[in-house]
């Protein structure tokens, strides 16, 4: 059993309902005289979406077995996603709705972690930060150095998202697969 002191982003448990769900965020609050609680937001690891709830302190929870196996994605199958087991070789099609908002930055030949829970592959997890190339975005007035000013750019996946006006075509970039948001430029060495 597990209780609220030990949560940590990723931690995944049985909740209260018989759900396994995987913590995205969590908070301890307490205000003056009002009773301590924990605030987090779960994903279901079955469904994908997202709940918000509190707990006490005291609230204990069913610890769930995971394994992680390494995966490199290949390509898609009609409406499947094929990946290759990296120990063994033996590729798994995982259905592409199940991966949801990770498909928009999925590219061929990335190395991605299997979830595993009692034996059964539930889900693919892909790194926290991808690489990905710049394929289309307006280009950057000159002087135009604002802070915090973004424009819209398409990725080589042809996922769209935010970045800074100083980001050109073939760029390549870091991006967050969690949030879809832009991270940093990466340099390449000379």
Known sequence: ?????QFHDGLIFEDENGQIVEIVEFQHHRKSQARAVVRVKLRNIHTGSLIETAY????????????KRPFTYLYDEGDMAVFMNSENYEQVSVPIEKLKDQKKYLKDNMETTGIYINGQLLNMEL?????????????????DTVANMTKVATLETGAEIKVPLFINEGDKILVDTRTGTYVERVVEPK
């Open 1 to 5: 059993m597990i209780n609220t002191t």
């Open 56 to 67: 006490r302190p005291e609230d204990k929870f069913k610890e769930v077995e995971v394994e």
């Open 127 to 143: 790194p926290i930060k991808v690489p990905l190339v710049i394929a289309s975005t307006v280009p950057g007035v000159k002087g």
